[in-house]
């Protein structure tokens, strides 16, 4: 089976299981940026696995082919189904993937892809190519692009004592100023995280730093 017959056999399911009454609810979530065929993310999840073998099949290749065609389309199941097929195969993935992955944070931009890309994806790749962590993080905080900015702040979420903080509060620095609610939220997130392995640090950081008031809210969450 082609990735294109894959894509076909999606589609067919994505169609037969759809609920236009949670398709609603699930576009108002999401602030009426994008339609939806109301399927819940068990419900996509079987999707996937119906198709896993078909998909496991494919090349490196076919399968960025694939998830560069489910972006393509219009319903978000099938951006989010396109995160799931690459966090299935995520040690798999190289320093040369970034660029497509950062394709995918650029294009139809949410919390719901770009966080999961960041903190599973790009973690996996950065966290085994510690030395390109300042290069990619420069490029993305010199962007101007919000979700790659966004990226830089999470891509360590879940490293906990591989965290590099005096990075991370390189690139908290020069983005506490933004008014940008996902920028301040995702500030206070990853300190929270961090938070959990080395309170200290991230209180005497959270002190003597300007932060908005909801990255310090965030943040704060588990400092006695």
């Known amino acids: 089976m082609t990735g294109r017959d894959v894509l076909g056999g999606i589609k067919e399911e994505f169609i037969r299981i759809q609920n236009p009454e949670k398709a609603g609810h699930m576009k108002a979530y999401m602030k009426n940026r994008y339609p939806f065929f109301g399927i819940q993310a068990g419900e996509r999840k079987a999707v996937q696995k119906k198709f896993q073998r078909e998909i496991r099949a494919l090349s490196k290749g076919e399968r960025f082919q694939l998830v560069r065609d489910l972006w393509g389309r219009d319903e978000r199941e099938y951006q989010q189904l396109a995160v799931d097929i690459h966090s299935d195969r995520y040690r798999e993935l190289t320093i040369e993937d970034l660029p497509h992955l950062e394709e995918l944070i650029t294009q139809k931009s949410w919390w719901d892809t770009v966080d999961l890309i960041a903190s599973r994806l790009v973690a996996q790749i950065l966290k085994d190519n510690q030395k390109e962590q300042q290069k990619y ?14 990226t830089a702040i ?21 983005l506490m100023g933004s008014n940008e609610f996902f920028i301040q939220k995702a500030i206070g997130w990853s300190l929270r995280e961090y938070s959990k392995t080395n309170p200290e640090a991230v209180r005497a950081f959270i002190e003597h730093n300007t932060l908005k008031p909801l990255s310090v809210r965030e943040g704060s969450k588990y400092l006695k």
């Open 154 to 174: 999470l891509f360590q979420l879940k490293y906990k004592r591989n965290t590099d903080f005096s990075l991370l509060q390189k690139i908290i620095i020069e």
């Open 137 to 150: 993080c420069n490029r993305w905080l010199n962007s101007q692009n919000m979700w790659l900015q966004r």
